[in-house]
């Protein structure tokens, strides 16, 4: 029902932002409250950051350039949406109901960027090829007329020539790292839930291996320890759990403003004439 509640809220632009203080919460369940409003939830480690939250929080209301943003995501027959993660700003995986995918409100100076997956059919014929018809909109809140949307019809070129290649935009292949951390916890956890202990150690292994290469030592320590427990104990402390976690999915805060065609930047003056 509180889900159900929040998709109505969204309905009406009210976003909900979450925070998990301590360690007995449900984090799956207060992701999926956010991001079915455009929120975002964190994990405070500590009453006295639930200070420094609100704050943060209340700045980026006061600073909307638009509200209500949505993007929807209409694919082809054989394509499937498979995922939706936003890397900016505030980094949160985010639901994709029905194909729309609310993404809450449009800072002034900063671009909402989403990472978006899709399944394609194999053996495609050569030629260009059409996947999905991406419509976004929201409601700018100094226009008279608030109402916008834009409509993007991406075309990709399919070839089996592989002396053609084209390397993919750097931004995409820093976000994709970074969030394979993210992935390698939620894929250690699902093993540990399966029962299946060594694979979740390795797994715990493989994440701290790759944070000591990113320089961040202290999180990759916490990654060893808890492959320790796991494999001495069977489970994962929670502090543990929510520390990695939320600082895997943090690191995708760092990434560069600018990611291919994906990204949904604030809109210039001549284009919000045409759109009008």
Known sequence: ?????????????????????????????????????????????????????????VRNLSNSFAERMLLSVATDPDVQLESAFKLSPHPQPLSIEGGNIVLGGLPKNRPISVLVQFQVPGNMPDGQRHFARLMVSGEILANNNPQFYMVRDPLFEITKDTSIRQEPPTAILDALSKLTLYRLQERAQDALDKGDINEATRRLENLATRLIELGKIELADQAMTEAKRVKMTHQLSTGGRMTIKYQTRHLLANETEAVSTNEIENPTESSLESEK
């Open 1 to 57: 029902k509180c889900l159900e509640l929040a998709s109505k809220a969204a309905l009406d632009g009210v976003g909900i932002s979450a925070m998990g203080l301590g360690h007995d919460w449900n984090d799956q369940f207060l992701d999926e409250l956010s991001s079915r409003t455009g929120g975002a939830s964190s994990f405070i480690s500590s009453v006295g950051t639930v200070v420094k939250f609100m704050n943060e929080h």
